[in-house]
């Protein structure tokens, strides 16, 4: 009686380990959304396609926060890294059931004795090691969450950037407008000028030279507004009549300081998403080595039952035995060294992958933030300086020329050149937003790739300056 309660003890223990694993009822979307809370720029990341939501906020001039919401709504990259993870919560339950037992029956003949052969056979490595596949599975599935969220991050930054540069490329062709304007005005003034003999052809080349630059330089923006529009149009993947979504007039306004923090290498190995994916990692694989190790000596590991009936037709009777056979498999050609070197040479891959990561995360900690700050001075050093003195210039010379104490020329080239400093400023804010959206995704989302928003800035500034 104890025997066959132990029996069924056993087996009900071993149902219920099969039934503990569950696919997740929302697809993982709520883990995904709880590691990265605070992550996605600004934004409560909601991951359920809602078309609805989307013609809302396309229907008014789309903002930062806006875009950054449509993207991880509608974006059909993420779709797809959410539906890996889907596979991947399936492959998790999968792990965690209870292998099937293979039945096989024979009939065999001899004279007048037929036999049947009945056998039912279990893999018993697979039987001792489900808990630890389960909880090996387990972890793949926590680093696939890790991935979607990182994804999920990451896309979010660059839907963010993506919208910045749109809106500052929108601002700076306009400006480049006004500038082209006033070389057509020095232009026209020109060639009537030396149409009566009062201006040499030099001076009416200069000025038609002016003019053909500030033409090139205008049709360069244009296009640049026009591939960084697109570039937001595909992250937040807009097809057909929502391509014709009109983007906010101008960058959001500069903050009245720039953030301080003293722990960022801290915060950026405490929070960061692709840290936590390689210390995760680097403990699956150290437990996985630990089942290499025993693995080895098991592997192939069966337990049958057999039952045999013989029938004697001649005698008319039958005759019936059972009994159950162990296979074990002999180590005498693999005792399992290369097994256990691959094992231990993977693991220290991976524990060499996590002081890499580790590194590179404190480094672009440092890297963001010192961009950031440098980009916030800039920003700064355009708006309270060049700017203002640019426009009591041009002020200056309007007065001046009202009074007949400047001429027309000295006018439009002022003009000019103030158009050019208020575009220099709006790339300064637009570096700005970018270095921030970096620092943001480098101390607590995943790597931001190469910081180069404030050194690309800088050589366009060294280029139009150069131009002119």
Excluded at 211 to 224: D, F
Excluded at 234 to 251: E, I, K, S, Y
Excluded at 286 to 315: I, W
Excluded at 377 to 405: Q, T
């Amino acid at each position: 009686m104890s025997r066959r309660l132990k029996t069924t003890g056993m087996a009900l223990a071993l149902l219920a380990l099969t039934g503990c694993a569950t696919l997740s009822p929302d697809g993982d979307l709520g883990a995904v959304q709880q590691l990265t809370q605070g992550k996605t720029s600004g934004v409560n990341a909601q991951l359920k396609p809602d078309p609805l939501a989307i013609a809302d906020l396309l229907a008014q001039p789309l903002s930062a926060e806006a875009a950054v919401r449509i993207a991880l709504l509608n974006s059909p990259q993420l779709q797809g890294s959410l539906a890996a993870l889907g596979v991947s919560d399936a492959d998790r339950v999968q792990m965690g059931r209870l292998p099937n037992p293979h039945f096989a029956i024979g009939r065999f003949t001899e004279g007048d004795t037929h036999e049947i052969e009945r056998m039912l056979s279990f893999n018993v490595l697979g039987l001792l090691a489900l808990p630890w596949r389960a909880q090996w599975q387990g972890q793949q599935h926590a680093m696939a969450q890790l991935q979607a969220a990182q994804d999920v991050v990451r896309l979010a930054a660059d839907t963010r950037k993506a919208w910045i540069t749109a809106v500052a490329a929108q601002q700076s062709a306009r400006y480049l407008r006004d500038v082209k304007e006033a070389a057509e005005a020095g232009a026209e003034l020109a060639r009537r000028m030396a149409r009566v003999g009062n201006w040499s052809r030099l001076e009416q080349a200069r000025e038609q030279l002016l003019l053909a630059e500030a033409t090139a330089q205008l049709a360069r923006a244009q296009n640049v507004a026009f591939s960084t529009r697109e570039k937001l149009t595909r992250l937040m993947g807009l097809w057909g009549a929502q391509t014709g979504f009109v983007l906010a007039d101008r960058l959001p306004d500069l903050p009245k300081a720039a953030t301080e923090m003293t722990d960022i290498e801290a915060r950026a190995l405490r929070e960061r998403l692709d840290v936590r994916a390689a210390v995760a990692r680097n403990g699956t694989i150290a437990r996985q080595e630990g089942f290499d190790k025993v693995e080895g000596y098991f592997d192939g590991l069966a337990l049958s039952y057999t039952r045999n009936t013989s029938f004697d037709n001649a005698a008319g009777s039958k005759s019936a035995k059972r009994g159950w056979e162990l296979e074990l498999p002999l180590p005498l050609f693999d005792w399992g060294g290369a097994r256990h070197a691959r094992s231990k040479a993977v693991y220290l891959q991976s524990t060499a992958q996590v002081r890499a990561v580790a590194i590179q995360a404190r480094s672009e900690a440092r890297e963001a933030y010192l961009g950031y700050h440098t980009a916030f001075d800039l920003a700064v050093h355009y708006r309270d300086e060049i700017v203002p003195l640019r426009k009591f210039i041009n002020d200056e010379l309007v007065l001046r020329y009202s009074g007949m104490l400047a001429s027309v020329w000295e006018l439009l080239a002022d003009t000019r050149q103030h158009s050019l400093s208020v575009n220099s400023a709006i790339e300064a804010q637009r570096d700005f937003w970018l270095a921030e959206a970096d620092l943001q995704t480098a101390l607590t989302g995943t790597s931001p790739g190469a910081l180069a928003s404030l050194s690309s800035g800088a050589a366009a500034d060294t280029a139009t300056t150069q131009g002119h």
